[in-house]
T-cell receptor
């Protein structure tokens, strides 16, 4: 497909379970972002990759959150020992440029529900 | 105080009305500004970038007021299909990412 693809679209996890969320950015896009969007809120930044380098992870809420992009394309966001407060939509976005004025295209997100 | 603030609404307007939203930002080092549209349970999609000189795209006009640190979005001749949440996004100098507001919900009724 031509857009940003995320999987799974929906994930229900039991508290304490580990989850892995996948993002396939638009082919050739160097910049990749992960955001967390809680109900009724705007997207909140988690982490940023430029190719395979994780340049900013200041938004990751705890050390239970880990992201990687080993080959500079597909990225995985992993959450260990999930908690109820982790329930949110996790959005991935990619951009063709490192310019801060470049458009970022979002995937449809993964809706995580921790029960 | 949040870095980017928006009135959450909802703004209820009839078809054909003109409606305007503001978004204030607290960091004067902000450099790039955007309006995104987000439909219910969908991803945000870029509506328009906001330039210093202001810009217009059909029924949509975006403006930037650096002195008062806000951006605005004006929608003329509202359509039912304009019903959505409008997110403003700001890129702050030295930061690699966008900072979003909570969004303003617009409901256009027949």
């Amino acid at each position: 497909g031509a857009g940003v693809s995320q999987s799974p679209r929906y994930k229900v996890a039991k508290r304490g379970q580990d989850v892995a969320l996948r993002c396939d950015p638009i082919s050739g896009h160097v910049s990749l972002f992960w955001y967390q969007q809680a109900l009724g809120q705007g997207p909140e930044f988690l982490t940023y990759f430029q190719n395979e380098a994780q340049l900013d992870k200041s938004g990751l809420p705890s050390d239970r959150f880990f992201a990687e992009r080993p080959e500079g394309s597909v990225s995985t966001l992993k959450i260990q020992r999930t908690q109820q407060e982790d329930s949110a939509v996790y959005l991935c976005a990619s951009s063709s440029s490192t310019s801060k004025s470049a458009e970022a295209f979002f995937g449809q997100g993964t809706r995580l529900t921790v029960v | 105080r949040k870095e980017v603030e928006q009135d959450p609404g909802p703004f209820n307007v009839p078809e054909g009305a003109t409606v305007a939203f503001n978004c204030t930002y607290s960091n004067s080092a902000s450099q790039s500004f955007f309006w995104y549209r987000q439909d219910c349970r969908k991803e945000p999609k870029l509506l328009m970038s906001v330039y210093s000189s202001g810009n217009e795209d059909g029924r949509f006009t975006a403006q930037l007021n650096r002195a008062s640190q806000y951006i605005s979005l004006l929608i003329r001749d509202s359509k039912l299909s304009d019903s959505a949440t409008y997110l403003c996004a700001v890129n702050i100098a030295g930061y690699s990412t966008l900072t979003f507001g909570k969004g303003t919900m617009l409901l256009v009724s027949p």
